[in-house]
């Protein structure tokens, strides 16, 4: 395959690099040229940060390979501004309206350099063992429990997410189901979808004056806190860390002071071995009797048939489930006992209010999760910046510009293990570095050094010194 770029005509990367399945993928062309630039397609509708970015004139597009070689897919439905930022960039995009059961997602995998998913695509390390041409996953979503994110980061591959553009979404559905369990909303809607008058005021009741009590005073949590506080009702919460509380809340010791000192109780943790049915049998009793449950972080948070007996025994008089440990995997399968065993005692139940995981489903939040995630995947391919990632350091140099045309950026995901600078340094010390930044998660690490004039058979031969050190995940090379 042979490429032009700029009017350089480029020469195979087999011919130069070897084993750029590290980089991008062995069957990518690479300039010969370090000075080889990339005119950027036209920004799209989205008017995103990057597209206005890539207008400026002094900024240079780094890449080592052809965008239209990117292959992306994108599955869970994400949004249409998600898919915009990526075509404009002149990447491969396939897009599915629905996530894949595992086999079928291993073959897909298996070819393309970008996934992104939302919060039912299970990357486990089975699927991304693989995904040999992977470089970055992108979390359309809050939650990255779906992804075997350590495994990832341990063959290179960074993961991202957006961590609170769907937070409001979240906390205004939270506040509607306080007041719809409050007055029964559900019970009485589907009577009378079916037909039936039934006015009623024994066990409705006003959220005001009531206690709400919080697990979890993250970005959600402390969203809610606020919105709760204006309509009248009392906050407390409970958090793993000692937290500012918003307006008048107050944080309590203890989980057991949560649960007997509130009339609802909302959980907002993410999924962690700690946080695995938080709340069962030994919990409900610790609730006040006639108190109420809302779950919209993950199904694991809450022992659902420990729920449904306490409904049965009058102690919680209502509930609103978003998540559930197994979920179907598009919209139209059956949520039925084949995919949880007490799926229909629960449906079964009063005023019980279930929704299929959309918290987070609003046109506000998926717009601005598109944006944000895909963006984020744009500056790590063609930059290698991984701020915000959450499975690698944050590593992140100025982006070069126009006027530094010799200039080649050498990305080295790396082993955190005793003497690796020292070799990489003997490698790269003999040229001029201009800048250069390491840090290290966990057993992982990530160096990002600019160097200057330099043609194209030093960048070679740097790339295999590189590659040829025992503590070498990726070596990744973009000018
Ligand atoms: N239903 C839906 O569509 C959505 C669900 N979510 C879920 O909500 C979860 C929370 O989201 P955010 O508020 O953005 O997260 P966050 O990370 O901002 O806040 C989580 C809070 O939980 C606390 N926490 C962690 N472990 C704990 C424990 N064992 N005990 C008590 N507190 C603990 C943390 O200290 C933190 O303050 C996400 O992890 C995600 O799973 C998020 C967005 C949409
Ligand atoms: O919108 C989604 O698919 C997932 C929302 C969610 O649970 C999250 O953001 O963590």
Redesign the pocket.
Same mark, same amino acid.
């Given at each position: 395959m042979s490429n032009v770029v700029n009017g350089d005509a480029e020469v195979s990367g087999e011919s130069y690099t070897n084993n750029l399945t590290h980089t991008v993928s062995a069957s990518f062309s690479i300039s010969s040229s370090p000075v080889a630039t990339y005119t950027s397609p036209s920004p799209g509708k989205a008017g995103s940060l990057l597209a206005r970015t890539a207008t400026r004139t002094s900024v240079k597009q780094l890449k080592p390979f052809a965008t239209e070689d990117i292959k992306i897919l994108l599955l869970e439905n994400i949004n249409k501004t998600g898919r915009d930022v990526l075509t404009a960039q002149g990447y491969q995009v396939e897009y599915l309206k629905s996530s894949l059961p595992e086999d079928e997602l291993i073959e897909k995998i298996r070819d393309v350099h970008v996934i992104g998913i939302r919060?039912k695509t299970k990357l486990t390390a089975r699927v991304l063992r693989e995904a040999k041409n992977l470089l970055v996953v992108g979390c359309f979503?809050?939650?990255t429990?779906q992804v075997d994110t350590q495994f990832a980061a341990q063959h290179g591959v960074a993961v991202f997410n957006s961590?609170?553009s769907?937070?409001r979404? &979240?906390a205004e $559905?939270v506040i509607g189901e306080i007041i719809a369990l409050a007055r029964q909303l559900g019970d009485r809607s589907s009577e009378l979808h079916k037909g039936t008058w039934n006015k009623v005021s024994s066990g409705c009741w006003e959220i005001r004056g009531k206690t709400l009590g919080i697990?979890?005073?993250?970005?959600?949590?402390?969203?809610l806190s606020v919105l709760a506080e204006a309509m009248g009702m009392t906050v407390i919460f409970?958090?793993?860390?000692n937290?500012m509380a918003m307006g008048t809340a107050k944080q309590v010791p203890t989980?057991e002071a949560l649960l007997q000192g509130s009339d609802f109780v909302t959980c907002? &943790?993410?999924? $962690?071995p700690?946080?695995h049915k938080?709340i069962s049998s030994q919990e409900f009793g610790q609730m006040r009797t006639g108190s109420y449950l809302i779950n919209?972080?993950?199904g694991s948070v809450i022992d659902i048939p420990a729920l449904i007996d306490a409904m049965r025994a009058g102690k919680v008089a209502g509930a609103a489930l978003?998540?559930y440990p197994s979920e179907p995997g598009g919209n139209g399968d059956y949520f039925n006992n084949e995919l949880n065993s007490w799926a229909e005692d629960l449906r079964s139940l009063k005023n019980i209010i279930l929704t299929p995981?959309?918290?987070?489903?609003t046109e506000e939040a998926q717009s601005a999760i598109g944006v944000e995630v895909s963006e984020a995947l744009v500056r790590y391919v063609n930059e290698g910046a991984t701020l915000g990632a959450v499975n690698m350091p944050e590593v992140n140099l100025r982006s070069l510009t126009m006027d530094e045309p010799n200039h080649v950026r050498m990305i080295y995901i790396h082993h955190n293990v005793p003497g690796v600078l020292r070799k990489v340094n003997e490698i790269l010390g003999d040229h001029n570095v201009d800048k250069q930044m390491t840090d290290s998660r966990g057993d992982v690490a990530y160096l990002m050094a600019d160097i200057s004039d330099v043609s194209g058979s030093v960048i070679k031969e740097l790339y295999q010194s590189l590659e040829s050190l025992s503590s070498r995940i990726v070596t990744r090379v973009l000018y």
């Open positions: 919060s979503c809050i939650g429990n961590p609170f769907n937070s979404s &979240v $559905l697990i979890g005073y993250g970005h959600i949590g402390s969203q409970f958090d793993a860390v937290l989980l907002h &943790v993410p999924e $962690l700690e946080t938080m919209a972080s993950r978003d998540v995981h959309i918290g987070g489903s």
